[in-house]
């Protein structure tokens, strides 16, 4: 395998700073924990299984043997598991300045919808349903330290589009595009987040994140499976990113400096070296989008890329909160009833 080495982002110093990183029980999210802990930041890891968590709190202090590492539960595809995790934060008013939304599945290679325990179509869930919960269950803690949010999309985002008509795939269903569609989802989610924290001064900042293609993680023997031909396999292979790599995007946007939202359309922004609180009260902030440089963008160090435009739509992004609010709240009113 002949990839480029991966070329580490510099941290600033996250000594006395909090990160959140769904997803980092296995691949990128891993080294994206790794990275964030070598800078010094405490680690707070929800995950869905704990053995695995603490094989991945091993690792980590192999090298940063006096990181501050908590494994938390979350089951993103069960919404009362997403409530749990956001009232028991909320209780200990647990500081939290960096949250990564990493965690994701792409279940390809199995032509069957899948329904959540909650009635929810799988990919949206615990892709883009969950984080939304799990975000704005914590607003006013978030609020509280002018948290960044890192929110890792994919490639797949770059093409998807919402189909309003039929948002969880039931009518036309492929595994990719109910992926794509929970990408998008997430990322209207994830503009429309800094555009209210930008409207009501909440001092939340917002980046986008993708990996690239990253052929060495959970989702990859799926990706395989459904590359017949050795050539397509080779392609990923060659330009793709190691899990090492393929964090780095992530970290840049978990230390970026936030651009200020007038630019937000305006193509490639620039990335810094503060961490996420020197946004707290200041301008208002668009998302940046950070992913590999290399070609495709498969693999390559990590750089701003141009945002998908789409994704930065106002009144998409506002429909896609409303909707999500309106699932949840009649979810809890199900439950309740
Ligand atoms: N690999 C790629 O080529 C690629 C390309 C584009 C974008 N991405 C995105 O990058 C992110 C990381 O992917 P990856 O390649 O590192 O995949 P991965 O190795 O399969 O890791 C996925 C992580 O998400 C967690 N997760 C899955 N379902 C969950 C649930 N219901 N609740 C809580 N956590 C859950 C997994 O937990 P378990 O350990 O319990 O399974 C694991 O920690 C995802 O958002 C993915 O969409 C990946």
């Keep these: 395998m002949s990839r480029t080495r991966a070329s580490q982002v510099a941290l600033p110093d996250l000594r006395g700073r909090t990160a959140l990183v769904t997803g980092a029980s296995d691949g990128v999210g891993v080294e994206i924990a790794r990275g964030l802990a070598s800078a010094g930041a405490d680690l707070v890891l929800p995950v869905r299984n704990r053995e695995k968590g603490a094989r991945v709190i091993d690792m980590i202090r192999t090298d940063s043997p006096d990181a ?56 949206f869930q615990t892709n883009f349903l969950g984080h939304f919960a799990l975000t704005t269950s914590l607003l006013p803690l978030l609020q509280e330290r002018g948290a960044r949010i890192v929110v890792q999309l994919s490639l797949a985002a770059a093409i998807a589009r919402p189909d309003w008509n039929d948002l969880q795939s039931e009518r036309r269903y492929s595994p990719l595009r109910a992926y794509g569609a929970s990408k998008a989802a997430l990322g209207l989610f994830a503009h429309e987040l800094a555009r209210r924290s930008a409207a009501e001064g909440w001092g939340i900042t917002v980046q986008l994140s993708h990996p690239g293609v990253v052929p060495d993680t959970g989702i990859a023997p799926a990706l395989r499976a459904r590359q017949r031909s050795g050539a397509a396999r080779g392609l990923a292979q060659r330009l793709g990113n190691t899990p090492a790599q393929a964090a780095q995007p992530a970290l840049r946007a978990a230390v970026a400096d936030a651009a200020p939202v007038a630019a937000a359309d305006a193509g490639t922004l620039a990335a810094g070296g503060s961490s996420g609180r020197s946004g707290r009260r200041g301008p208002a902030a668009a998302p940046g989008f950070f992913g590999p440089s290399g070609l495709m963008h498969f693999g390559g160090p990590a750089d701003a890329v141009r945002p998908y435009r789409r994704l930065a739509d106002p009144a998409a992004g506002a429909r896609m909160w409303a909707i999500a609010e309106k699932l949840l709240r009649d979810r809890a009113d199900a439950v309740r009833a």
Excluded: C, M, Q, T
């Excluded at 200990?92 to 329904?115: S, T």
């Design 68 to 123: 501050a590492v908590g494994l938390r539960d979350l089951d993103l595809s069960r919404l009362a598991s997403v409530d749990a995790l956001a009232a028991a934060i909320r209780a200990e008013r647990a500081p939290l300045d960096i949250v990564v939304l990493n965690a994701g599945i792409v279940l390809l290679g199995d032509p069957e919808r899948h329904v959540s325990a909650d009635g929810f179509e799988l990919h």
